[in-house]
């Protein structure tokens, strides 16, 4: 009776035993995948994506899906915090690492934001996109990444909460100085570190 009602009062679980550690502080324990998106879900079409590195770089780059299908592809194994409180644990993504998009690019400043089809933004410091922390993916657990949840490709930057991995992810602009993107402009944490619970602006 009570794991019904737990149940049916959202979700909000405990973890099952020994994972508890990998909650971060005012989290909750979340076994779906909830879709959470500020306004419509734009429609994109893989024949007219491109996904881009630009702004202040000294080579700007572009590939169509054709092209981003060519690079080398990783799983990323991962847990995920949204700021809204759950954590989904041991999921799984697939696709290609920042490094690699970054790699020809020389960028000149040591922030990026973070552009979607549909005009989302969010800002991340390229110390927070690099050395194997961040990815364009464009697979969920086996299964092409569903349109709710950012396909064709999204960014996963699962450090850090789950509204800096922006969906339907165009490019990124690379910046010399830390602009707020969407929710950061709204009030939400420039970094956002789960675990120290950065979530609003003066936390
Ligand atoms: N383009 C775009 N990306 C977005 C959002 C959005 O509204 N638009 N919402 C963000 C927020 S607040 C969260 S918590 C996650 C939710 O991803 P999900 O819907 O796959 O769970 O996407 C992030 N990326
Ligand atoms: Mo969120």
């Not at 998009?101 to 934001?113: C, H, K, V």
């Not at 969906?167 to 602009?179: C, F, H, Q, T, Y």
Request: charged letters at 25%; hydrophobic letters at 35%; aromatic letters at 14%.
């Amino acid at each position: 009776m009570s794991d019904f009602f737990s149940r049916g009062f959202g979700g909000r679980r405990r973890p099952p035993e020994g994972m508890e550690d990998r909650i971060p502080p005012g989290q909750y324990y979340e076994r779906g995948f909830p879709v959470l998106t500020a306004g419509p879900t734009p429609t994109v079409d893989t024949g007219a994506w491109t996904f881009r590195v630009d702004g202040i770089v000294g080579a700007p780059q572009s590939w169509s899906w054709e092209e981003f299908r060519q690079l080398p592809f990783e799983d990323v194994p991962c847990d995920i915090h949204c700021v809204t409180k759950w954590s989904k644990l041991d999921t799984s993504f697939r696709g290609v690492s920042v490094d690699t998009l970054l790699e020809g690019a020389e960028p000149l400043g040591e922030f990026a934001m973070a552009y979607s089809f549909g005009g989302y933004t969010t800002n991340l410091a390229l110390e927070d996109l690099t050395d194997g922390k961040a990815w364009v993916v464009t697979e969920h657990e086996g299964e092409t990444l569903p349109e709710e949840h950012g396909g064709p490709a999204r960014l996963l930057v699962p450090h850090l909460y789950f509204w800096k991995s922006a969906k339907w992810v165009a490019g990124l602009r690379v910046m010399d100085s830390n602009e707020p993107g969407f929710w950061e402009s709204n009030g939400y944490h420039a970094h956002g570190d789960p675990w120290r619970e950065e979530r609003y602006w003066n936390d």
